[in-house]
């Protein structure tokens, strides 16, 4: 077992470090180049879009399907792995994971647009999409679009579920003294009344929870920031500095800063990584363009705001908190409220952590229902899936499962690679779509999407199904 986690953290290190970094940071920004930084010019248009009503009242809105990307990548990561980042990198890792993101940003209009495109109508009316169908669609390889899909159906629905409940229980365990399978049964309970009434349910529950999840935290980092106001100035400054420190050289702090920073933001909000085009393919709109331009927001609200929010206590806490060798992860930013609140922010950030995480597992659980249907299983399949992920659910929260999580790393990274090559494959018909779009915009009109007057999608005019109306 000890030969197995150090191969499988080995693995992760070269799929990371050296492959999946390079790919998502260069393909950021060339796509931002491409759109000449729309994702960022346009974040005021995109707030306003967020909040339009779909043309079917029963549809999932531009709002929900927004939530249920938004549950899956917002959780415990934002919190704990902030903490690790910074007490390995330092404040200037927080620097650099805001440059991740906003670069990002470009790989989730790219990869949301695309799944608006090639998502195809359901009996019903509703929608489903996502990398699986465009790559079924576009390239044409079956095989390579299931595999995709058994990856996320394994990592999100399982592994990444399984390490949220575990999360869940541990921070309750500490808090309040609670028994791990009790916590993890009530856990399965209330995840299995979400996740057995379907889509609608799912987008109803995250519409509520995610706001008032990131309210709460980012309201409780407000209070700090007022009560240690003179604290704010040396904060930035410590951050800017930190983040240009040259004098250490690319293998001392500066690297470590770059590397963490770039890791954290990465794979916090998931930009070009493959996940949130299963969600966000539901939403009705009446163009591709503006459910792209929705969820960059999204990379922006998990990694600047939820973040850095996390990122600001534990610089205040001070270097006492974030270097000390004796705290990892959750305990430091445990440690950094309660120097700045008292021994009840332990509790808080308990009940915070249980609001991420769970909305975590049924994000997570979507985007694995999302490739079962892909995959044609048809309810028996997807009741068996369900049933699956209650059980990981459980035993997450009474297991020990680091290896699982660096196991779900090494298979999430292979699902990032094959998504980002499809990217650079057919991320033109994207572009492409982003400048149909301010066309119209610019001609006064509210954008409606007609394939066959973008020329990029010629190809693929007998697969995009969705929009024949």
């Known amino acids: 077992m000890e030969a197995f986690e150090k191969l499988t953290s080995v693995l992760s290190d070269v799929i990371y470090t050296w492959m999946l970094i390079p790919l998502l940071l260069g393909l950021g920004l060339y796509f931002t180049i491409k759109i000449k930084a729309g994702q ?3 974040i005021g248009h995109a707030m306003d879009l967020i909040t339009a009503k779909p043309k079917d009242e ?3 809105s531009p709002f929900k399907a927004f939530t249920i990307s938004a549950a899956s990548h917002i959780g415990t990561g934002n919190v704990v792995g902030v903490a690790a980042a910074i007490s390995v990198g330092g404040p200037g890792a927080v620097f650099w994971m805001w440059i991740t993101a906003l670069i990002g940003g470009a790989s989730a209009f ?8 090639f998502k195809e109508k359901n009996d019903d009316g509703s929608f489903k999409g996502g990398p699986a169908f465009y790559i079924n669609k576009t390239i044409k390889k079956p095989g390579l679009a299931n595999l995709f899909s058994i990856i996320v159906c394994i990592v999100y629905g399982f592994m990444f579920n399984a390490m949220q409940s575990n999360t869940i229980a541990s921070g309750f365990s500490n808090s309040f003294d609670s028994t791990p399978w009790v916590i993890g049964l009530i856990v399965v309970v209330v995840s299995g009344f979400v996740i057995f009434g379907g889509l609608k349910r799912i987008s109803d529950i995250t519409s509520l929870l995610v ?6 935290y980012i309201g409780l980092v407000i209070f700090i920031l007022i009560t240690n ?11 800017f500095k930190d983040a240009f420190n040259l004098q250490a050289g690319l293998g001392g702090l500066f690297g470590t800063a770059v590397l963490n920073g770039v890791k954290r933001g990465l794979f916090s909000n998931e930009a070009g990584m493959g996940a949130v085009p299963n969600a ?3 939403a009705d709109v009446s163009h591709p363009a503006k459910q792209g331009l929705i969820q960059a927001l999204g990379v922006y609200l998990d990694t600047i705001l939820i973040c850095s929010a996390t990122a600001f206590v534990i610089i205040i806490g001070g270097e006492e908190i974030y270097l000390n060798p004796n705290l990892k992860g959750l305990d430091i930013t445990q440690a950094a409220l309660a120097a700045e609140i008292g021994p009840w922010a332990q509790h808080f950030l308990t009940i915070c952590v249980l609001m991420f995480a769970f909305s975590s597992i049924i994000g997570n659980y979507y985007y694995g229902e999302n490739n079962i249907l892909v995959m044609g299983l048809g309810n028996t399949g997807l009741i068996i899936y369900r049933i699956l992920v209650l059980v990981f659910v459980f035993f997450g929260s009474v297991g020990d499962f680091s290896t699982v999580w660096n196991t779900g790393d090494i298979f999430m990274g292979i699902m990032a690679i094959i998504n980002l090559f499809i ?3 057919i991320g033109k018909c994207a572009v492409a779509t982003y400048y149909d779009y301010k066309r119209q915009l610019k001609e006064g009109k509210d954008p409606v999407f007609n394939p066959r007057n973008i020329t990029e999608l010629s190809p693929y005019l007998d697969d995009i199904t969705a929009w024949d109306d």
């Open 211 to 216: 706001p008032v999840m990131a309210i709460a």
């Open 40 to 42: 960022i010019s346009n």
């Open 280 to 282: 966000s393919a539901v």
């Open 110 to 117: 790219v990869e949301n647009t695309l799944g608006q495109i």
């Open 423 to 425: 990217l650079m494959i």
């Open 58 to 60: 029963n549809a999932i």
């Open 229 to 239: 106001i003179t604290k704010v100035p040396y904060m930035f400054g410590l951050i």
